[in-house]
């Protein structure tokens, strides 16, 4: 009976150029191993481009897992999909998210975050609209300059308009969000390529929609970092990452936001992974994965 009831972690992720959503679980947060033979669960079928990157998934209130991904390099939308239990899916969606942008360049690395005070989703992802925020204008790869957007959705069915995420300044995507206490706490990527930046930095508010502003220094080292993804073990805070031009996953870890260590050389991945999602599960509602 003990399984039933310590931490269980999954993660997913994708490989290659986007073939689908892999998934692999681990008991400590260290130590992972794959799931379905490293085989993906889902392959992409929406939007033109037919890739799955990026992928998170949420274990939602509703029973459901809801998942969405970089549906392509380019475009206005995001794809999305859900499942009872991982193995049976929903048809996959390409939603628009920034069809209201007409020259919005790409959607990329979108998450969803539920809101228990409103009881509705938030769906945020990057987007590089030309000339919005001109101070950053050519700071990043292929002149694209990032801010995160969001809308939300009590039902992935209805949706509210897109509205401004986080603009702190600087070229950023790859957001993830967590609730600690009274407070939400941003990871992010810091996109900026001209001076080189390409590290993982943070942002604390106390109001979901629209608080964050100043980001900390950065928390990853003299690396390429991107695609953060954070959960808590015991009194810590792990932050996992994509050392993508090493082709391995990182993570640091602090137990106060400040003071952070390197503990990379601890993990063990499914080799190949790349910019994943972790999220702590109920053991009883993927056992049958296993």
Request: glycine share 8%; hydrophobic share 35%; proline share 7%.
């Amino acid at each position: 009976m003990k399984q039933h009831t310590d931490p269980f972690f999954l993660f997913s992720y994708f490989k290659g150029h986007g073939d689908g959503l892999h998934l692999a679980w681990s008991r400590d947060g260290f130590n992972w191993k794959a799931l379905n033979g490293d085989e993906p669960f889902i392959r992409p079928e929406a939007g033109p481009e037919r890739i799955m990157r990026d992928p998170f998934l949420l274990p939602g209130k509703d029973g459901l897992f809801h998942l969405v991904w970089t549906a392509g390099w380019q475009g206005k939308g995001i794809g999305y999909a859900c499942s009872s239990d991982l193995l049976h899916w929903s048809a996959q969606r390409f939603l628009p998210v920034m069809a209201h942008e007409p020259a919005t360049r790409n959607c990329w690395a979108p998450e969803i975050f539920f809101d228990e005070d409103q009881q509705q989703y938030l769906i945020y992802w990057a987007s590089s609209v030309p000339g919005r925020f001109p101070d950053t204008d050519h700071t990043g790869d292929d002149d694209l300059n990032h801010r995160m957007y969001y809308l939300t959705t009590p039902d992935f069915k209805r949706f509210s308009d897109t509205r401004l995420f986080f603009d702190g300044g600087f070229n950023v995507i790859d957001a993830t969000v967590m609730k600690d206490g009274n407070r939400y706490i941003m990871f992010m990527k810091d996109e900026t390529l001209r001076p080189c930046q390409k590290n993982i930095r943070f942002s604390v508010s106390d109001n979901l929609y629209g608080g964050f502003k100043r980001a900390s220094p950065p928390i990853t080292g003299a690396y390429w970092a991107e695609g953060p993804t954070a959960v808590r073990i015991g009194n810590d805070w792990i932050v996992y990452f994509d050392k993508y031009k090493l082709h391995k996953i990182g993570a640091v870890r602090s137990s106060d936001l400040k003071v952070w260590e390197d503990i990379s050389d601890e993990l063990h991945f499914p080799p190949g992974a790349q910019h994943g999602s972790a999220v702590m599960i109920p053991f009883e509602r993927v056992k049958h994965l296993l």
